[in-house]
């Protein structure tokens, strides 16, 4: 109990020293003097991240305890898919430990639709949490899936959150957003987002009479389809701050002007629970946001801990289960985490690559740099390495590719060279290089098998390309959605990668994926 005091009187002065993130807020309302602060705890882009559940609990925890602020617990979506847990499980297992936490609101991220939108929807009703989007609709209909908002009283005031969700996710999981048949199932409205969140909030204050409004944004900075937080803040006005998340920058507070010409404050937590958030509102209508680092929080609750220990008990069996050995890492990343692939060529996305196309008896192997999510250390490969590098559930496929439409792939998947583009391609059989200054490729070279040589791409033969189920939901600019179907398969990426380790080669990497092979060179 005392230690607990004391990290809650350390965050508290954290807060204070961060009055230079504060806005005061004028919203017509007296305060009174032995009104609260309401401090809203929060997370997002956890991504089966599960050492930091245990502490973001105990922080809150210790809040209670002290009871000299109303808490709310929140989580900004995209924590079911990232991880061994999530993919061993599909999402049931972060699910049971975030129900352990016990949030009092959500809002849903991208990646909540990896499995499909009715298993998503399973799994929030497991979950037991209020969910909050104001633009998520089921196609046709006039009524958002979830609440648009969620008021919450604490003591004489009220707190009106509103979600919000990317468009962009219609492209990054559209195989969840349409049918066999290519009918559309849900819509995110991306025309409409900004009139939907003023929608909501002018309901929250005028209908609810809310005292704030508190926007929880699955956005980001990024203007993919032409949306960002920011320009979301910016089109509207009635909010008092944003609760931002899918961009995975830690924000600790910015601020943004509304329509109106007033500041808005906009903050994030990162990403993998490196820190979690905390935003107050005072009695005097001052909001202040804070990050804290993760490492930072002494307190735990011993509730969630048990529950983490409970899960990972349960996938210890199938992810150590040991596929291959290695005395080199296999890299997709940086030290920080940003994702090489998505601009370059690695030693983790040839031997994937190889993996797609000898195992699947192809010419080609192709893979996105964004299906990548971790490295894999030297020493022994498990079931649980290669489920944290390629954790999203696409199955497998052969399709007939032209060479046109193949050269049209590489120079639309590498023009954001040396930028980071979630489509650059990780290739097996075949070279290529690509110049930044004219955004171009050339020398495209395919592996003739018969003579064991590269030669010059023909545009007009078709080829036996390799490639998973993400190739039709949003894939490389979804330039090849339309191709010929050759053979199509149930298996799924890493478990054509784990028959490709253990069985083709032997368990050993052996020298050949040390270095990357040099097939894409960039200049």
């Known amino acids: 109990m005392k230690q607990a005091f004391i990290t809650y009187l350390m965050m508290a002065l954290a807060g204070l020293v961060l009055a230079s993130c504060s806005t005061n807020t004028d919203n017509g309302h007296s305060q009174t003097a032995d009104e609260k602060s309401i401090v809203i705890v929060f997370e997002g882009d956890t991504h089966c991240e599960t050492g930091g559940y245990s502490r973001f609990a105990g922080l809150r925890d210790a809040m209670l305890q002290a009871d000299t602020a109303h808490v709310v617990t929140v989580s900004l ?92 996710t219609m492209q990054l999981q559209q195989h969840a957003f349409y049918d066999e048949h290519g009918k559309l199932l849900y819509d995110l409205h991306a025309n409409d987002l900004y009139e939907l969140v003023q929608q909501a909030v002018d309901k929250a204050r005028n209908e609810e009479q809310a005292d704030w409004v508190v926007l929880l944004s699955h956005i980001g900075e990024g203007e993919a389809m032409g949306v960002s937080s920011h320009k979301l803040i ?3 006005r009635g909010i008092d701050a944003v609760i931002d998340s899918h961009s995975h920058s830690s924000i600790e507070g910015d601020k943004v002007r509304n329509a109106d010409g007033k500041d808005v404050i906009i903050t994030q937590a990162g990403d993998h629970m490196k820190y979690v958030g905390k935003m107050v509102i005072t009695p005097e209508s001052n909001i202040t946001t804070s990050l804290i680092a993760i490492n930072n929080i002494t307190n735990e609750s011993e509730r969630v801990a048990a529950t983490v220990d409970s899960v990972k008990r349960k996938a210890q069996a199938v992810s150590e289960t040991v596929v291959c050995t290695s005395d080199y ?73 032209t060479g046109q439409q193949l050269l049209d792939v590489l120079k639309e998947c590498t023009k954001q060279t040396p930028k980071n583009d979630l489509q650059f391609p990780q290739v097996s059989g075949m070279h290529l290089k690509v110049h930044t200054a004219t955004h171009s490729v050339t020398d495209v070279e395919v592996l003739d098998e018969g003579s064991n040589s590269y030669k010059p791409i023909d545009p007009q033969r078709t080829y036996a390309v390799a490639i998973s189920s993400y190739y039709k939901g949003g894939g490389f600019y979804n330039m090849l959605k339309d191709c010929p179907v050759i053979r199509a398969t149930t298996l799924i990426v890493r478990d054509v990668v784990i028959n490709y380790l253990s069985k083709t080669l032997g368990g050993s990497l052996g020298e050949s994926y040390r270095e990357p092979q040099g097939r894409i060179i960039i200049f």
Request: glycine share 12%.
């Open 77 to 168: 979506g995209d924590f079911m898919v990232g991880g061994a847990l999530g993919a061993i499980s599909k999402g049931s297992y972060i699910t049971d430990i975030m129900r352990s936490v016990v949030y009092d609101i959500i809002t849903i991220g991208n990646h909540e639709f990896d499995y499909g939108g009715d298993h998503k929807e399973r799994l929030l009703g497991q979950l037991g949490v209020p969910v909050t989007c104001a633009n998520y609709y089921h196609y046709g209909e006039d009524k958002p899936v979830f609440a648009p908002y969620i008021i919450k009283q604490y003591g004489s005031k009220s707190v009106a959150f509103v979600g919000a969700l990317a468009p962009e």
């Open 234 to 236: 910016a089109a509207t």
């Open 329 to 401: 890492e296999l890299t997709v990343a940086d030290a920080d985490g940003t994702l090489l692939v998505e601009r370059e060529e690695t030693n983790g996305g040839d031997m994937v690559t190889d993996a797609l196309r000898i195992e699947m008896k192809a010419e080609i192997g192709l893979q996105t740099g964004n299906s990548f999510v971790k490295n894999i250390a030297a020493g022994k490969i498990t079931y649980g390495d290669i489920v944290a590098m390629l954790p999203y559930e696409n199955s497998m496929s052969v399709i007939g590719v």
